[in-house]
């Protein structure tokens, strides 16, 4: 008897809801921009960052790369024989945590600079700081062989502070037995407009990889005939934050042959690199270390200078630093009359080389 009233109970109170439900009622869609993934933490999901994902997986071949480094002809960039020098006055850095700084200039806003060694690793760090405490970019480098792959690279940054001038630090490791060789170019204000624009017009013109974050990898084959390649780090459409990534660049199943940890600010600071890739087997490989929140960021990966395109060397010398400031130094630092293996070896047979009587070369 009692069972038979509690279910009665419980029908009257069914139709009694049924009966003051409304009869109009929609199933709309949740037009709200976080939603319950990762366990249930909110996460902020853009248009640009569901578009950047279809673009790399949906529209791949799932028996393909989603995309190869290769290229015919070098870059026009590389035509342009003060972007990425080799040829700039070296400062001998020693090891055991020894350190170079340089100030930035006021109205300056990118600083070209160059980390190589007479044919050991090289275990550097490079550091900008605005103010004592805040650090605004870091790139740590491991490579094996600093003569056949050195480091060159553009960093931007704010050509004004409230904290003042920005300083650049690179430094060495522990290590006492790997000294490195390093040259600096802070380029002048007109040049860094120059550079921008050639900046965004590759950024523009080639293909942009996402990686969202935590622990995200993306692998990238180099085509045999690339001698080097520009990377392009920016996360200027994918949410304008900074971006904290390890890259490294294999030759052969797992072995690292330059390794590097990259973190700068994403909107305001375009990262812009360029790797040599001697010899064949290259892979580029970016793991993102940001969490999935706020990792998100595009690169670029294209071809530098490549095999049978003489265009991409220099026809005629040209003195180092041409467009920027130039410190003050001896000609090759502790070269002696050499730039190194990597240096302008048509430079050091110029008109502006050692011993000219042109004023460009006296420094």
């Avoid at 279910?7 to 009257?12: C, D, P, S, Y």
């Avoid at 904290?163 to 690179?170: K, N, T």
């Avoid at 080639?206 to 690339?226: F, L, M």
């Avoid at 990262?271 to 999935?292: C, D, M, Q, S």
Wanted: include cysteine; glycine fraction near 10%; charged fraction near 20%.
């Amino acid at each position: 008897m009692k069972i038979g009233t509690s279910i009665l109970a419980v029908a009257l109170a069914v139709g009694t809801a049924e009966a003051f439900a409304p009869s109009n009622m929609i199933n709309r869609q949740s037009t709200a921009i976080y939603h319950a993934v990762n366990a249930g933490l909110p996460t902020f999901t853009p248009t640009s960052r569901d578009r950047a994902q279809t673009e790399y997986t949906t529209q791949t071949p799932t028996s393909k790369f989603p995309y190869v480094c290769q290229a015919d002809q070098s870059s026009e960039l590389s035509f342009d024989p003060s972007a990425f020098p080799k040829n700039l006055p070296l400062q001998q850095i020693q090891g055991m945590n020894a350190r170079l700084t340089y100030k930035m200039p006021p109205g300056s806003s990118k600083v070209q600079m160059l980390v190589q060694s007479h044919g050991r690793p090289v275990t550097a760090r490079v550091e900008l700081w605005c103010g004592p405490i805040r650090r605004t970019h870091f790139m740590d480098i491991n490579c094996m062989n600093g003569a056949e792959t050195p480091f060159r690279a553009t960093l931007t940054f704010k050509n004004t502070d409230s904290a003042g001038p920005q300083v650049l630090q690179i430094n060495t490791k522990e290590d006492s037995a790997f000294p490195a060789f390093v040259g600096v170019d802070v380029l002048t204000p007109e040049r860094c407009k120059e550079r921008q624009a050639v900046f965004d017009a590759i950024w523009k013109s080639s293909t942009k990889i996402y990686s969202q974050g935590s622990k995200t990898i993306r692998s990238v084959p180099i085509a045999d005939n690339c001698k080097s390649v520009q990377l392009l780090v920016w996360s200027k459409d994918v949410g304008k934050k900074s971006f904290k990534v390890n890259i490294e660049m294999l030759q052969g199943p797992n072995t690292k042959r330059q390794y590097y940890e990259l973190q700068c600010g994403g909107g305001s600071q375009p990262y812009h690199a360029v790797f040599e890739t001697p010899g064949n087997g290259w892979t580029f490989r970016l793991l993102n270390t940001k969490t999935i929140h706020d990792g998100s960021v595009e690169f670029v990966l294209v071809p530098y200078e490549v095999e049978g395109d003489d265009g991409a060397v220099s026809p005629a010398p040209v003195a180092p630093f041409y467009g920027g400031y130039s410190p003050h130094s001896t000609h090759g630092g502790n070269y002696g009359t050499s730039l190194g293996p990597h240096g302008g070896r048509d430079f050091r047979n110029s008109p502006y080389g050692p011993g000219s009587s042109g004023e460009v070369g006296r420094w």
